[in-house]
């Protein structure tokens, strides 16, 4: 059984059989986790290990787990400061903030990777023009190229740890105000504006083999009247065509208040799908997971499916206790524990 083209979440701590039953069906090809899924380090493990072992090749498992207020897992990892946080450090040591870029990257990665995650949907592209209710301290910067060195530092980071990274939002959502979770943002610009500036760092991470993007939940009315995750135009013809990428792209959560315009949960999938979603995520509604699995008819493509299969995550230690042996682990947890405090420290 390939993977198939649906992420979905499961219920709690360990898998019921309701859960089971949704991930045996051959749409599904991912799993998202989320705090609630979460109770230790131990048991994360074996709920990741559940996970892989209900299918062959094993399903995908994904988590937003970006630092800052956006971190599902806490107790027995690594906290992560805020994007920002390397943002404001890049304003006077540039060369000092990809270096600490790098080792969050790493730490976030391979402690993931030691619990069975394959990867993380980070990091966030997006520029921080100071108005959005939602992205914040969870951009870089507001300056393009502050955000290209970043989060280039950040995925080689990811890439020690044996773990993709995913930019989002294509092709910026830091400009509107609104939060797709709960509104339909509509971003006025013209599409030269966003070009030149937003979408300059999706360019640069697509030139350094970024594995994967995931589109805003906002409309673009002067380049489309669909979000940008439904539409073929910004999907297909600017980030396919025109920017040459060819990794996955992932939908934002098709739940999400700035999907509902597509329609129902089968039309907004179908939506997705046609205009250039390799997978889409439906995450918290298992009513709507089980309407869409009784309802949806979709052939992935073997493209599709080739994408996917580069996002299983690599080699990675055994477990906790493995990594906390490395020394270039425990020297980057310092590191990384440090930013945000004051410069004294970090510069030690």
């Not at 402690?111 to 992205?135: C, K, N, Q, W």
Request: glycine letters at 8%.
């Amino acid at each position: 059984m390939s993977l198939g083209p649906v992420m979905l979440d499961v219920l709690g701590k360990e898998l019921t059989a309701d859960d089971i039953r949704r991930l045996q069906h051959p749409l599904v090809g991912g799993v998202i986790l989320f705090a609630r899924n979460f109770e230790s380090c131990a048991q994360l493990k074996a709920l990741t290990a559940s996970i892989h072992a209900v299918r062959q090749p094993p399903l995908l498992i994904a988590v937003d787990h970006e630092g800052g207020r956006v971190q599902r897992f806490r107790e027995g990892f690594t906290k992560i400061p805020p994007m920002r946080e390397f943002g404001h450090i890049w304003d006077q040591h540039p060369r000092k903030a990809k270096e600490l870029a790098i080792e969050a990257g790493y730490v976030l990665g391979a402690e993931l990777r030691a619990h069975g995650v394959d990867f993380s949907f980070t990091p966030v592209l997006d520029m921080d023009y100071g108005d959005s209710l939602v992205i914040g301290d969870r951009a870089f910067h507001r300056d393009p190229q502050a955000i290209n060195e970043l989060a280039f530092s950040l995925m080689q980071g990811l890439k020690k740890a044996g773990m993709a990274a995913v930019g989002k939002h294509f092709p910026g959502h830091g400009f509107v105000v609104a939060d797709s979770h709960v509104s339909i943002p509509v971003d006025e610009r013209e599409f030269d504006q966003i070009a030149q500036n937003d979408m300059q760092p999706f360019v640069r991470m697509i030139d350094e083999g970024l594995h994967a993007v995931m589109p805003a939940h906002v409309i673009y009315p002067k380049v489309d009247d669909k979000p940008a995750g439904f539409s073929p135009r910004w999907l297909q013809k600017v980030l396919r065509e025109r920017m040459g990428f060819n990794g996955v792209i992932f939908s934002d959560d098709l739940s999400m208040e700035g999907a509902t315009v597509a329609g129902d949960v089968t039309a907004r999938t179908l939506a997705a799908l046609n205009a250039g979603c390799d997978m889409i995520l439906l995450c918290n509604r298992p009513d709507l997971a089980d309407e869409l699995l009784a309802n949806l008819d979709w052939k992935i493509s073997a493209q599709s499916i080739a994408r996917l299969a580069r996002m299983h995550g690599g080699h990675h230690p055994a477990d906790m206790v493995a990594l906390r042996e490395s020394v270039h682990y425990v020297d980057a947890v310092k590191r990384v524990g440090q930013v945000g405090q004051k410069e004294s420290d970090l510069f030690a």
